[in-house]
């Protein structure tokens, strides 16, 4: 989720993996709120969509995603998170732009660190869809990715560090970029003894599953170490038979998957959705990970959920689900040594 030129750039993609199906489906996302609303047979004056805010953080949302979207519901939980309203262009105070602290906890070009062992990577500010509540809109992806420069910088950093066991590639959207480039990371990485683990941070799964073909899979089951494979679902609906189909692949390489959820009000703050959503993920072979308590970012007040309501529904999961299919809700303060659980002191 980024504003800057994406370092895929479609044509690029197409001359370097002509055999490729994903990137066809990556140019054929919708960015436009018309169209986006035209096919759910939706009118453009009932729903406040705002130039502004569109401005600020483009629209983005592949079709297939668009394709679980219910035709005629403006409150689709899953339309909620890709289209820009003037909502967002309210400032509301406590809302800033840094909410995470990023900025401070740069370690080198396109390295964050912010807790023991792990260094994470923002190997691109791409993404395939664009999801407005990212704490990521507002951020300049320009210089400050990983891949900048052939990686040496970030690699270096890493091998500089025998005390970082686990490397974590984010982004944006690890996923955005081709097999090849990840390899050529991943190839880097392999010389440097004290990595234990790979983590991979990535919505594509879930939101262009073609992303997740042979060749990424063949790339996956051969690293050299245990992998952690984070997705993103925030609601049920964003699972159908092609995302079931994707994560298999990917469990097929061994990787570990979880999932990490951003609580949203109006997308999936009341206790059916969130039981539904960690009922369908373990179906598909995730497990829950963490329930995020959203980073209060300009432009996304509009989704916050108190607290109280945040713990009244994460008891009420604990109360109706197995132990292991109940997210850990935390949330991210800059400058702590760990996510905080909630409550916060
Ligand atoms: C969230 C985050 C991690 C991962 O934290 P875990 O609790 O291990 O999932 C690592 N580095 C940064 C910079 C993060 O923001
Ligand atoms: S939430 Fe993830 S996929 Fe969505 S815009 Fe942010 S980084 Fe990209």
């Not at 909502?87 to 396109?110: I, L, R």
């Not at 490397?167 to 990371?185: F, N, Q, R």
């Not at 604990?318 to 809700?329: E, N, Q, T």
């Amino acid at each position: 989720m980024i504003t800057a030129a994406p370092v895929l750039t479609p044509e690029k993609a197409v001359l370097t993996l002509p055999s490729d199906r994903w990137q066809a489906h990556w140019r054929q996302a919708i960015r436009e709120p018309e169209q986006l609303l035209a096919e759910l047979g939706l009118a453009p004056a009932d729903m406040g969509v705002s130039a502004e805010a569109l401005a600020q953080f483009p629209l983005r949302v592949p079709r297939s995603f668009v394709a679980r979207m219910r035709h005629g519901d403006p409150a689709d939980p899953l339309l909620r998170q890709v289209l820009p309203i003037d909502d967002e262009m309210q400032v509301v105070p406590g809302f800033s732009f840094d909410a995470v602290g990023d900025g401070p906890a740069k370690k080198a070009t396109g390295v964050i660190q912010k807790y023991r062992g792990r260094a994470l990577l923002v190997t691109t500010g791409s993404c395939a869809i664009h999801c407005r509540y990212c704490f990521r809109r507002h951020f300049d992806y320009a210089g400050e990715n990983a891949a900048k420069g052939g990686w040496q910088e970030a690699v270096a950093a890493i091998a500089a560090d025998p005390d970082i066991d686990e490397v974590i590639l984010s982004g944006g959207d690890p996923l955005s970029l081709t097999t090849s480039k990840l390899a050529e990371l991943t190839e880097a990485l392999a010389g440097i003894g004290h990595i234990k683990r790979l983590r991979i941070h990535s919505r594509l799964p879930v939101v262009l599953p073609e992303r997740v073909d042979e060749e990424l899979v063949r790339w996956l089951a051969a690293l050299p170490w245990p992998v952690a494979f984070v997705i993103h679902a925030n609601h049920a609906n964003e699972f159908d038979a092609s995302v079931d189909a994707a994560l298999s692949r990917l469990r097929a390489s061994g990787a570990q998957l979880l999932n990490q959820a951003v609580l949203l009000r109006g997308v999936n703050d009341n206790l059916d959705a969130l039981a539904a959503l960690s009922e369908r993920s373990f179906a598909a072979g995730v497990l829950p990970y963490y329930l995020y308590q959203i980073d209060r970012v300009q432009g996304v007040a509009h989704f916050e959920v108190s607290d109280e309501q945040a713990l009244a529904l994460h008891a009420g999961l604990m109360a109706r689900l197995s132990g292991y299919l109940v997210p850990k809700l935390v949330r991210e303060i800059a400058g702590d040594s760990s996510k905080r659980p909630l409550p916060t002191a």
